[in-house]
């Protein structure tokens, strides 16, 4: 069961009915039609089809048989009534094209799982982020990758890695939290998830798109529209250091690391220009400098503008073909506003890409979504969302419950029995679900559960009071297209309930409380010193109750640590109190806390936050030894590893458990102009540990992760000082701490690097 029914479907419905009647004024797709992709056919006529050659080769080949409206209406998408969701649809198409075999192109949603007709609705990628395990990450990914084959896609829109500037932002649930290596270590992850079923991952929404807007889309108006810093049109004015900083190494990473195929562009201005007509990202970032091979493709209406689109780095328009109409393109061609060469290599990415994708050679086209291993699905869903639960307190070891000493169990809250999910492109209609009530119900018996929806606190309270323990599950809202108004549990709920008041009533009446959170990224806690227990489930996915159940009794631990940290105020978030900062102010966003983003925020005001980022506690405890810094072997030389960090893991207590350790840099500042956060993470490891036992574990550091961006030198540089090398549990519990020097003399103990 999932909240928020078809919200987004009606207003994109009625988008599409507008845009289908405006579209239908153009020819859309190429003049013989869609067609089902099969085998490539015989080589002797089409050359192209020899599997031998590379895939650059046979998109040259293609290309050189194409005319100038083929061409062009290959850069066009097709189809957009499956932005809808429905079964049997596609959120995108694109045409291929019968006359030689080029074979037609779908694509589909998203980070929580495919948006078309019934699928496994995976937890959200915040949940994925907390697993703090690429390993994790690629799981989610190659199950999401193969519903959305199996129901005959290509292409996969995401992940998504923009980075949670603000937990107001209504997409926060599906971005992996706060820290740009983080972020890129879990799209990478998911990436390689997508791309290992043969499918294409899709790394959106490139770039700085990090808020919906402030307030609420009028319904019926496109996703985004009437609200202050709204995401189609805001203007994110920032510096080069904190975009190379903060908002682009995840997209680096997908692109350097990942191999992601196509990359989307986003809706907002980035220094003045739109994402999709952005040359500094679109073209000297992201395909010079990174050297991107696959295609660019927008956001559903990103592109404004055909001629700015078509010069500086636009690949595919998907929605479909709007600003990339064939008439439109074809008038700035025949004047010579655009090349025939800049219309040849948009082209040239996107066969190039289906070459090395094997799509040309791939059976043909088929939408049957019976060949998914549901039961297999769904019991993957339970186990990632085990690994990404965190625990943030756990007073007196009331975690695990121990079953034979509780005879009832009361269940509370408005959530307790709904499976919250956030609204957009990655609301999943959910193949089956267990809500919370239901797995608890399934693990105890029906008739050892007490449920009250939590609508009246006071009698919640006298539920909770006849119990052996209680479990109060509450949610808060988030969607795409409009933003948060506060980072509370209340923050747009319509119900009426407070949850706040509710956990607070709820465990005073009964001390072993245990308060559960379906939260979509970071909210405020006021009651946490009164609950014993907090445990964070994010937005869970289909089979929460299946894990929680594990979770709360012991059979699984929570693997999951912060990727967001909790403020302890909304005064303390990094853009409190400065509107021209966030929402904006006349659509222009000033991001004025340049690198300070999240902890490094919270660290370099010396704020204490309620919750730290990488916090999450386990049932058992590890010691970490004092972190030891060496050369890498070959270091200096013309590899970029520069050092690695060893230290030995301990399981100190009674149970198997696991830990994840966390190394982050501190660097020396180069200038005034050049604040230099007090430490930033550079590597992590998940290291699970039977009681008793211990591991060396060595992560190791690259060039990067003593760098930082020079903007006037416009490049990565070493600054000459000192670095702190920290070993943590979390970004505010450092357990050790090594030197390195970079010319630079830091005594005795420290690790010269240069
Ligand atoms: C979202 C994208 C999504 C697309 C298609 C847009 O509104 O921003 O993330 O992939 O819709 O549903």
Not at 379 to 384: G, H, K, L, P
Not at 559 to 572: K, V
């Amino acid at each position: 069961m999932s909240d928020d029914p078809a919200r987004r479907p009606v207003r994109l419905a009625l988008g599409a009915v507008v845009l289908m009647l405006t579209a239908s004024l153009f020819t859309l797709g190429p003049a013989d039609g869609a067609q089902t992709a099969g085998v490539c056919g015989d080589v002797r006529e089409r050359p192209w089809c020899d599997t031998r050659l590379s895939a650059d080769k046979r998109a040259g080949l293609v290309l050189a048989r194409l005319t100038l409206d083929e061409k062009i209406a290959l850069l066009g998408g097709d189809e957009l009534s499956g932005v809808a969701g429905g079964e049997g649809t596609h959120t995108g198409t694109s045409n291929g094209l019968a006359r030689l075999g080029i074979p037609t192109l779908y694509f589909s949603d998203g980070p929580v799982g495919t948006r078309q007709g019934k699928a496994t609705q995976m937890p959200s990628p915040m949940a994925v982020a907390s697993s703090f395990s690429p390993t994790t990450s690629r799981a989610a990914g190659a199950v999401i990758a193969d519903e959305a084959r199996k129901k005959g896609n290509h292409v996969v829109f995401a992940p998504g890695v923009n980075i949670g500037r603000t937990p107001l932002n209504g997409r926060t649930f599906e971005y992996y939290g706060e820290d740009p290596y983080l972020a890129g270590r879990m799209g990478v992850g998911f990436i390689r998830g997508i791309q290992s079923q043969g499918l294409i991952a899709n790394v959106k929404h490139y770039a700085v798109n990090n808020q919906e807007g402030e307030g609420y889309a009028v319904p019926g108006s496109p996703i985004g529209a009437g609200v202050e810093g709204n995401r189609l049109f805001v203007n994110a004015i920032l510096g080069e250091r904190a975009l190379r900083e903060i908002y682009l190494p995840a997209f680096e990473a997908a692109v350097k690391d990942g191999g992601v195929g196509t990359v989307m562009c986003s809706y907002n201005r980035i220094n003045g220009t739109y994402g999709c007509e952005n040359e500094h990202l679109l073209v000297d970032i992201l395909k010079r400098e990174w050297g991107f091979r696959g295609f660019v493709l927008t956001d559903y209406g990103a592109a404004k503008n055909t001629l700015n689109s078509l010069n500086n780095g636009l690949d595919l328009d998907i929605w479909p073909g709007f600003v990339y109409n064939p008439v439109a393109v074809r008038a700035l061609v025949a004047t010579s506003q655009v090349s025939t060469d800049t219309i040849d290599d948009h082209v040239r990415r996107i066969l190039r890409t289906m070459f090395a994708y094997g799509i040309f050679d791939a059976p043909a086209f088929r939408d049957d979504a019976s060949r998914i291993d549901v039961a297999a699905h769904h019991a993957r869903a339970a186990a990632i969302e085990a690994q990404g639960m965190v625990l943030l307190k756990n007073s007196g070891s009331l975690l695990p419950l121990r079953q034979r000493r509780i005879r009832t169990l009361a269940v509370i809250g408005p959530e307790a029995d709904l499976i919250r999910t956030g609204g957009g492109s990655s609301d999943v209609n959910p193949l089956r679900s267990v809500t919370p009530l239901e797995g608890l119900r399934t693990r105890l018996g029906a008739s050892r559960v007490l449920y009250d929806d939590g609508s009246d606190a006071a009698r919640a309270a006298a539920v909770a009071r006849r119990a052996d323990a209680a479990v109060v599950v509450v949610g808060d809202k988030m969607t795409e297209g409009a933003d948060k108004m506060a980072p509370t549990l209340n923050a747009g709920q319509m119900d009426g309930i407070d949850r706040d008041a509710l956990i607070a009533a709820v465990a005073a009446a009964q001390p072993r409380t245990v308060a559960v959170l379906q939260s979509g990224g970071p909210v405020l806690t006021p009651w946490r010193s009164r609950v014993p227990a907090i445990l964070e489930a994010w937005y869970p996915g289909q089979n929460v109750g299946t894990a929680l159940a594990r979770v709360l009794f012991g059979d699984a631990e929570p693997g999951g640590r912060l990727p967001m940290t909790f403020p302890d105020r909304a005064a303390d978030l990094p853009t409190a109190g400065d509107r021209a900062a966030y929402p904006g102010i006349a659509g222009t966003v000033r991001y004025r806390e340049g690198v300070m983003v999240g902890y490094r925020h919270f660290d370099e005001r010396r704020i204490r936050p309620a919750y730290a980022f990488g916090h999450g506690l386990g049932y058992t405890t590890f010691r970490f030894s004092r972190p030891v810094l060496r050369r890498a072997s070959g270091g200096g030389g013309g590899g970029d590893q520069l050092a690695t960090v060893s230290f030995r893991v301990t399981n100190t207590g009674k149970r198997a458990g696991t830990a994840v350790p966390q190394v982050y840099v501190g660097m020396p500042s180069p200038g005034r102009d050049t604040p230099q956060p007090p430490k930033q993470l550079k590597g992590f490891d998940k290291v699970r540990l039977a009681a008793g036992a211990s591991q060396l574990v060595t992560i190791d550091l690259d060039r990067r992760s003593f760098s930082y961006w020079d903007t006037a030198a416009d490049g990565w540089r070493v600054a000459r000082g000192c670095y702190d090398v920290m070993l943590a549990r979390s970004s505010r519990d450092v357990t050790g701490r090594a030197r390195a020097a970079w010319s630079a003399d830091c005594g005795p103990g420290a690790l010269t690097l240069r």
